[in-house]
T-cell receptor, first 110, second 116 residues
Framework: DVKVTQSSRYLVKRTGEKVFLECVQD?????MFWYRQDPGLGLRLIYF???????EKGDIPEGYSVSREKKERFSLILESASTNQTSMYLC?????????FGEGSRLTVL | AQSVTQLGSHVSVSEGALVLLRCNYS??????LFWYVQYPNQGLQLLLK??????LVKGINGFEAEFKKSETSFHLTKPSAHMSDAAEYFC??????????????FGQGTTLQVKP
């Protein structure tokens, strides 16, 4: 089975802190994604990576950056966390179009 | 522009009753369509997908969906609801020009409640 592992299930951070969300997949997938999930809004794409060191902005990239130094690892970075970034963050990987998701990281910014 | 609309943010059914979750899409190219399920405190998992071919798609856990081009719909059904079906369901559309990358546009989600 494909496994996508997100390093932290729950985080609480203060406004202005730098936040790292880590994601690792074990199926050698080329494509990896970070989505944000908010009630009533579904999932919105933050960033997409189609290869090591390659990235593409999604629909809501403002306030976020990403890093993909190794094929299996895709990191989401909040340079200076703000309260409106309180949300559930979902990492996913894909090879044939089907997305495989991690369990999510629930971030609260105070 | 492409979009996905799920009709009804909450649906409640009795155990054993028919489940119908509605999804309409807008796309200028032939769509790839998906249904995902999210159980509490978990990530999403694929229920079923439509790419080409047969318009009635069968998925896991007894769910199926029918692609109707004329109605731009991809509604999810299950003949008999089980308590374990209580979850949030997302309809998703593959983005045009993205090939098979997995870049999807998601609907707002529908929470299914199953009453005993």
């Amino acid at each position: 089975d494909v496994k996508v592992t997100q390093s932290s299930r729950y985080l609480v951070k203060r406004t202005g802190e730098k936040v790292f969300l880590e994601c690792v997949q074990d199926m050698d997938h080329e494509n990896m994604f970070w989505y944000r999930q908010d009630p009533g809004l579904g999932l919105r794409l933050i960033y997409f990576s189609y290869d090591v060191k390659m990235k593409e902005k999604g629909d809501i990239p403002e306030g976020y950056s990403v890093s993909r130094e190794k094929k299996e690892r895709f990191s989401l970075i909040l340079e200076s966390a703000s309260t409106n970034q309180t949300s559930m963050y979902l990492c996913a990987s894909s090879f044939t179009g089907e997305l495989f998701f991690g369990e999510g990281s629930r971030l609260t910014v105070l | 522009a492409q979009s996905v609309t799920q009709l009804g943010s909450h649906v409640s059914v009795s155990e054993g009753a028919l489940v119908l979750l509605r999804c309409n899409y807008s796309s200028s190219v032939p769509p790839y369509l998906f249904w995902y399920v999210q159980y509490p405190n978990q990530g999403l998992q694929l229920l079923l997908k439509y790419t080409t071919g047969a318009t009635l798609v069968k998925g896991i856990n007894g769910f199926e969906a029918e692609f109707k081009k004329s109605e731009t719909s991809f509604h999810l059904t299950k003949p008999s609801a089980h308590m374990s079906d209580a979850a949030e369901y997302f309809c998703a559309l593959g983005r045009s020009g993205s090939g098979n990358t997995g870049k999807l546009i998601f609907g707002q989600g529908t929470t299914l409640q199953v009453k005993p």
